[in-house]
């Protein structure tokens, strides 16, 4: 089945010009929207994008505000927040999709922070299902240990420098684009505590929908992935109180692979994770060893 891709603009809420990749696949019977890790490009998906739209979908990826092809002419002074990749771009984007998808059921594919900001959308509730992949709170704590140095590097020594020389986070000798330096800072800012965004959502900084998600969540942790772990990935879970929601547990040699980590299940290859990924979002089918997750409170 072949597929054809069509670059697109469109607004956000608050005016904001976004760019994407509509993936029409033939005969297609659902929508899926991709909604990027932190700092990554939506081309960065199109191997996973293009597959999905050859097994009969219709698909969007795009670069949230400040990142890509929706940039901005002045990063440092954008003042874009963190949260409007949530409450802006993935509500704004999950419109594009509906408008192109007419009558089909309306999917997410959220990696890392794009699974996190689904209680951000004022439109969640159109979704039918979530999967999210590699999605875990970035709370150094409950990552594994041998990541904590590099981590250490990466908020004060990596992150400081760039702040006060570019006035923005340039990702020096990491393959990622530049951040707005609020997006930086909140990101930081959460990382250093248990608790990551919720006091601010309790402060009522944030307008939000967490407790009001309802649509059920099936989430991908990899064995080798230093960020999305098992306590990471049922913290965020643990946001989303009335989301039914389930586990699947995943070793590289699950698939044949070597690593996978926190990014590589969107690389070209991986089509035995992807095809785990197309029947929970088109069929309805989770793998039959997941793990069912009980009623959670905010964490």
Request: with cysteine; hydrophobic share 40%.
């Amino acid at each position: 089945m072949t597929s054809t891709v069509e670059q697109i603009t469109f607004e956000a809420a608050d005016g904001w010009t976004l760019t994407g990749d509509l993936y029409r696949g033939q005969a297609p019977r659902v929508a899926i929207l991709i909604s990027a890790g932190t700092g990554f490009p939506r081309r960065f998906y199109r191997h996973i994008a293009a597959w999905l739209a050859e097994q009969g979908a219709i698909v969007l990826t795009y670069d949230y505000r400040g990142i890509g092809d929706s940039g901005s002419d002045n990063l440092g002074a954008s003042g874009i927040e963190y949260p409007d990749w949530g409450r802006y771009d993935m509500a704004a984007a999950l419109n594009v999709l509906a408008d192109a998808a007419p009558g089909l059921p309306l999917t997410h594919i959220g990696h890392s922070v794009g699974g996190q900001f689904v209680g951000f959308m004022p439109n969640h509730d159109q979704i039918a299902r979530n999967a999210f992949v590699c999605v875990g709170s970035g709370y150094w704590g409950l990552h594994k240990p041998r990541y904590w140095p590099l981590e250490l590097y990466f908020w004060w020594i990596m992150g400081s420098f760039s702040l006060k020389r570019w006035g923005y986070f340039k990702p020096l000798g990491l393959k990622w684009e530049p951040l707005p330096p609020k997006v930086f800072r909140a990101w930081r800012r959460w990382s250093s505590r248990r608790s990551y965004l919720l006091p601010e959502l309790e402060e009522g900084r944030w307008p939000h929908q967490f407790d009001k998600v309802t649509t059920p969540v099936c989430s991908w942790v990899f064995s080798d992935d230093n960020v999305a772990t098992d306590r990471a990935s049922r913290d965020v879970l643990s946001w989303l109180p009335s989301a039914p929601a389930s586990i699947v547990y995943r070793r590289p040699s699950d698939y044949g692979l070597r690593s996978i980590g926190h990014s590589a299940a969107f690389l070209r290859g991986r089509e035995a994770i992807w095809q785990e990924i197309w029947a929970w979002l088109a069929e309805d089918r989770m793998p039959q060893d997941r793990v069912e997750i009980t009623p959670r409170k905010m964490a």
